[in-house]
């Protein structure tokens, strides 16, 4: 068991819930109230969370915005015998999320990091998609503007599934422009909300999810799974043929069963 001492002084990076308070591992909040700090990407949203599991350590602010200036600041804290914990407001640190910069920069002055496993969002999406997952490719938030149409092109040749986060607004829009780029029966799995109360999965081609969600309007966090590119025949044969049965009878999957109260 890790102790947490100015002899053993680390960067924790910790997982916390995308969705269900229930998803917090022991270890993870036992670390949290060891650290001398806490490093939070949004300290208002994470104030809950840590009242939530009785955590009451110091509490700092560390987002994209104010990363660059604080992380020598930190550096120096860790160097000087303090342990930091790394959260995020969901999900695991670094993965579309503040954490990558401070990581490296632990790395490069020779400080241990310590990533613990945990909530992830586009894990359970992909695994419950039906689609192939021994092999994928994660792309995180496609740009926006500058790039993105390059980005969509080269998707097109990808034969391993494909990630994507996207946010509800900007959730039709981008399957229209998948349907375009890489065609409209390309196989698809929208996960939303992600282990909360109204998770739900819609599978289906483009072409037929693309016509769910012009009328339907989707709420909550969407991770975007693809299939790849059918040029190079997946040596699991029978398990395309389930995914394309799958879509075209049942192409609404709602899975809303967690009972949970906690909601987030």
């Known amino acids: 068991m890790e102790s947490v001492s100015a002899t053993t002084s680390k960067l924790y990076v910790v997982p916390t819930p995308v969705g269900n308070m229930e998803d917090m591992t022991f270890r993870a909040v036992r670390l949290l109230k060891e650290a001398d700090f806490i490093l939070a990407e949004d300290t208002r949203t994470s104030s809950v969370l840590l009242r939530h599991y009785d955590i009451h350590g110091e509490l700092l602010s560390h987002h994209k915005f104010n990363e660059h200036e604080t992380v020598q600041q930190v550096i120096r804290r860790i160097e000087g015998g303090e342990t930091a914990a790394l959260i995020s407001d969901a999900g695991t640190p670094g993965i579309s999320d503040p954490g990558f910069l401070l990581v490296r920069e632990c790395v490069k002055h020779g400080i241990e990091v310590q990533t613990l496993p945990g909530a992830t969002a586009f894990v359970p999406a992909l695994v419950s998609s039906g689609l192939p997952c021994d092999k994928f490719c994660f ?126």
């Open 139 to 264: 792309e995180g938030f496609l740009p926006q503007k500058k790039g993105r149409q390059s980005r969509l092109e080269a998707l097109k040749e990808e034969t391993r599934s494909i990630v994507i986060y996207e946010s509800p607004r900007r959730l039709l829009k981008t399957l229209q422009q998948l349907a375009e780029i890489l065609g409209e029966e390309r196989q698809v799995s929208v996960a939303r909300e992600i282990s909360k109360l109204h998770e739900e999965h819609v599978r289906g081609s483009l072409k037929e999810v693309v016509v769910h969600f012009t009328t339907t309007e989707p709420l909550g966090e969407i991770v975007i799974i693809l299939a790849g590119n059918d040029a190079t025949p997946h040596h699991d044969e029978d398990l395309n043929d389930k995914v394309n049965v799958q879509s075209s009878n049942a192409l609404l999957m709602g899975t809303g069963k967690n009972k949970n109260k906690y909601k987030k």
